[in-house]
């Protein structure tokens, strides 16, 4: 199941977003100008080696590995969900704040305490590991998170397989993103190594929930920022 596109338009321009997307592309530009050795010494100097922060060491790690990646097609399907998802969150936070830059530096506090949160329900999960965790998913489950609540009714444009066959339909953003976390939820108890930090994505998403739940204003109040659809808010 793979986003496409949302049917969720915006009034502003995600200028924090789009910055989040090309710091993470500039980075794995990096992450990749050299050698392997150089890529690989990224990766371990910047990634969260959880043995390392349980001793009080390399602590930058926890917003540093956030916008690290392992590969190419680990870097384009976090950015294709933030490119879908971020936009909105960033544009319901700023048309709320006093200012704007006030809304797009909450937006960018919010997006970095989900990857932080990711990164230490991780880390809790692989007390003794060596092995280091990369990647923007952590925070960005913390954004789909917050369009869970905020945006439970809107369409999201979907490709789903069925075997050798690809076909796109149209399903309620609750029903792809509670499809997604029950999916990283359940893989997470798997006793087995898949490489991928799936408590990470529950921590981050679960925290990014819990924001948007705290912040989520009352449907009359909405309605004088946006002309949304009283659906999307109960």
């Not at 739940?213 to 004088?224: F, G, L």
């Amino acid at each position: 199941m793979l986003p496409l596109g949302d049917e969720n338009p915006i009034r502003l321009s995600p200028i924090v977003n789009w910055g989040i997307i090309v710091t993470c592309i500039a980075t794995f530009l990096w992450q990749t100008s050299s050698s392997q050795a150089h890529f690989a010494s990224t990766i371990f100097n910047y990634g969260l080696v959880p043995i390392q922060t349980t001793n009080g060491k390399n602590l930058h790690t926890f917003i540093t590995n956030i916008f690290l990646h392992g590969g190419w097609t680990h870097l384009a399907g976090n950015m294709l969900f933030l490119w879908i998802f971020g936009d909105n969150i960033e544009d319901n936070i700023v048309c709320r704040s006093s200012s704007k830059w006030v809304g797009r530096l909450v937006y960018l506090g919010f997006y970095l305490l989900c990857g932080i949160a990711a990164s230490m329900t991780w880390m809790l999960t692989a007390w003794n590991s060596t092995i280091p965790a990369v990647g923007a998913s952590g925070a960005i489950a913390g954004v789909l998170g917050a369009y869970f609540i905020f945006y439970p009714n809107r369409m999201v444009r979907t490709l789903i397989g069925y075997g050798l066959f690809f076909r796109i339909i149209r399903i309620k953003a609750y029903t792809m993103i509670g499809f997604w976390f029950v999916y990283q939820f359940l893989m997470a108890f798997l006793p087995i190594n898949t490489g991928v930090a799936f408590w990470a994505h529950v921590g981050g998403f679960v925290v990014g929930l819990l924001l948007a739940i705290m912040y989520r204003p009352r449907p009359r109040v909405i309605q004088t920022y946006y002309s949304l659809e009283q659906d999307d808010y109960r």
